[in-house]
């Protein structure tokens, strides 16, 4: 199955083009309070797909940043949104690990990741690989919508691949291109170890 697979694609610097609220979340280290902030209350996390894959099937990039080195290991990949009170979504969220760290390192409720790991105590690190802009996949079609794509290395060394999409109607993305390119943003962080 080819839901979600996808990465976001790094895109060049042009961070004038977007409103201030924007710059900050994509530069902020842990965006779901900032996300609160903007939405105006908490939000649940909301689980969409999930399906453990063969390592074929994901995405080389993803592979070779979360470290899977056996060719047989199965990933899971879990798709997710962040909502409000009203279920509106204010995330799309793509999420891939390796399948045996799944049940230690992703919630069974409606906690946000990263909130999740840090009710479970456990020692994360996060590190920024790349901005982006797409088409945003919910509501109405041909709304552009920002992202970005990060690690978060666990304990024990496991490690999270997430890439975030952020809803235009919360988060606004500068107007596109009119040959229907998305508007530049952020070359990934080239060998970001700290």
């Known amino acids: 199955m080819a839901v979600g697979v996808e990465v976001n694609e790094p895109l060049a610097l042009r961070p004038w083009d977007y409103p201030e609220v924007t710059r900050m979340l994509l530069g902020s280290d842990g965006s779901t309070s900032l996300l609160e902030s903007v939405a105006g209350g908490r939000l649940t996390a909301v689980l969409d797909h999930e399906e453990v894959l063969a390592p ?9 940043a979360l470290g899977i ?5 199965p990933l899971l990949l879990r798709l997710t949104r962040l909502v409000t009170r009203e279920r509106l979504t204010v995330s799309s969220d793509r999420v ?4 045996r760290d799944a049940k230690r390192l992703l919630p069974s409720d ?6 999740f790991l840090a009710r479970e105590r456990l020692s ?8 982006s802009a797409r ?30 999409q952020f809803s ?21 962080v080239a060998g970001a170890d700290g």
């Open 110 to 115: 409606d906690v946000p990741l990263l909130r």
């Open 69 to 73: 080195e056996d060719p047989a290991a």
């Open 124 to 131: 994360v690190r996060r590190r920024p690989l790349s901005f």
């Open 96 to 99: 891939y690990l390796a399948a």
């Open 135 to 164: 088409r945003w996949p919910h509501g109405p079609a041909q709304r552009w919508s920002v992202g970005r794509d990060y690690l978060i290395d666990c304990e024990g060394d496991a490690r999270i691949w997430v890439s975030e």
């Open 168 to 188: 235009p109607d919360y988060i606004p993305a500068a107007a596109a291109p009119s040959l229907g390119r998305a508007p530049d943003l952020a070359p990934p």
């Open 56 to 64: 074929a099937a994901v995405p080389t990039v993803v592979r070779e």
